[in-house]
């Protein structure tokens, strides 16, 4: 049976009425023959973002893309990268002309084996609602690793603060100051400077340590209490 649309090209081309599509749905649904509109089957429900006490590294990460330009070449690039909430240590990253969901799945999973390893346990993964992020092939693979996506409200930014705070310091730290001529010089500026971030940029809120060390200070103590952080 055709659908009211196609009903009314029926009547258009048969009987030449002026017949638009709002008014063949209207009548449609006055006589009673509008079909029911088929209820799209979503694989991976999305699970909403929640407020957790972290308390150590590998149990919240974030992650988001932003871009960056490069203008000898008068192109855009993407850069994906995830971040533990914890140590503020980038755990992955990705960057390249395209950003598809394999792309960011890659890079998840390459930090999940160097950071945490085979077995887990995982952390959560909370990201915004971008096509990478809600692809079934991200779907698949969180689920794969019984890890719990996370993902946040239509423009709720600051539910993912940790991330958004790390890309807003690499554009005025980096992407704002240079002028990249070739793809290759922006990919080894950022190599350098994420270098720089993870192993020798100090944070006051890490104790004025750099990510990677206060990660590895903060595992040697035994009570972890007073660096929790409400997320």
Same mark, same amino acid.
């Given at each position: 049976m055709?659908?009211?649309?196609?009903?009314?090209?029926?009547?258009?081309?048969?009987?030449?009425?002026?017949?638009?599509?709002?008014?063949?749905?209207?009548?449609?649904?006055?006589?009673?023959?509008?079909?029911?509109?088929?209820?799209?089957?979503?694989?991976?429900?999305?699970?909403?973002?929640?407020?957790?006490?972290?308390?150590?590294?590998?149990?919240?990460?974030?992650?988001?893309?932003?871009?960056?330009?490069?203008?000898?070449?008068?192109?855009?690039?993407?850069?994906?990268t995830?971040?533990?909430?914890?140590? &503020?240590?980038?755990?992955?990253?990705? =960057?390249?002309?395209?950003? !598809?969901?394999?792309?960011? @799945?890659?890079? $998840?999973?390459?930090?999940?084996?160097?950071?945490v390893?085979?077995?887990?346990?995982?952390?959560?993964?909370?990201?915004?609602?971008?096509?990478?992020?809600?692809?079934?092939?991200?779907?698949?693979?969180?689920?794969?690793?019984?890890?719990?996506?996370?993902?946040?409200?239509p423009?709720?930014?600051?539910?993912?603060?940790?991330?958004?705070?790390?890309?807003?310091?690499?554009?005025?730290?980096?992407?704002?100051?240079?002028?990249?001529?070739?793809?290759?010089?922006?990919?080894?500026?950022?190599?350098?400077?994420?270098?720089?971030?993870?192993?020798? &940029?100090?944070?006051?809120?890490?104790? =004025?340590?750099?990510?990677? !060390?206060f990660s590895?200070? @903060?595992?040697? $103590?035994?009570?972890?209490?007073?660096?929790?952080?409400?997320?």
């Amino acid at each position: 049976m055709y659908g009211y649309k196609l009903l009314a090209q029926c009547l258009r081309n048969e009987c030449d009425l002026i017949l638009n599509k709002k008014k063949a749905h209207r009548l449609c649904q006055e006589i009673g023959i509008l079909q029911e509109q088929r209820k799209r089957k979503v694989k991976h429900p999305r699970r909403l973002a929640r407020n957790h006490l972290i308390t150590g590294p590998n149990q919240l990460w974030q992650a988001d893309i932003k871009y960056g330009y490069v203008a000898g070449r008068e192109r855009f690039f993407f850069v994906a990268t995830i971040i533990d909430v914890f140590d &503020r240590v980038a755990v992955g990253q990705y =960057r390249g002309h395209v950003c !598809e969901a394999k792309h960011v @799945v890659q890079t $998840l999973v390459t930090a999940l084996r160097q950071r945490v390893g085979e077995t887990g346990p995982f952390p959560i993964v909370r990201t915004d609602n971008g096509p990478q992020f809600v692809s079934t092939l991200f779907g698949d693979t969180c689920e794969a690793f019984d890890i719990t996506h996370e993902r946040i409200p239509p423009r709720t930014p600051n539910m993912n603060a940790y991330i958004e705070s790390f890309h807003s310091v690499l554009e005025d730290n980096l992407f704002s100051k240079a002028v990249f001529m070739t793809f290759e010089e922006a990919y080894a500026a950022l190599d350098t400077y994420m270098d720089f971030y993870n192993n020798r &940029r100090m944070h006051g809120s890490l104790k =004025r340590m750099p990510p990677e !060390e206060f990660s590895k200070w @903060v595992m040697q $103590l035994e009570d972890r209490t007073p660096f929790y952080r409400a997320v």
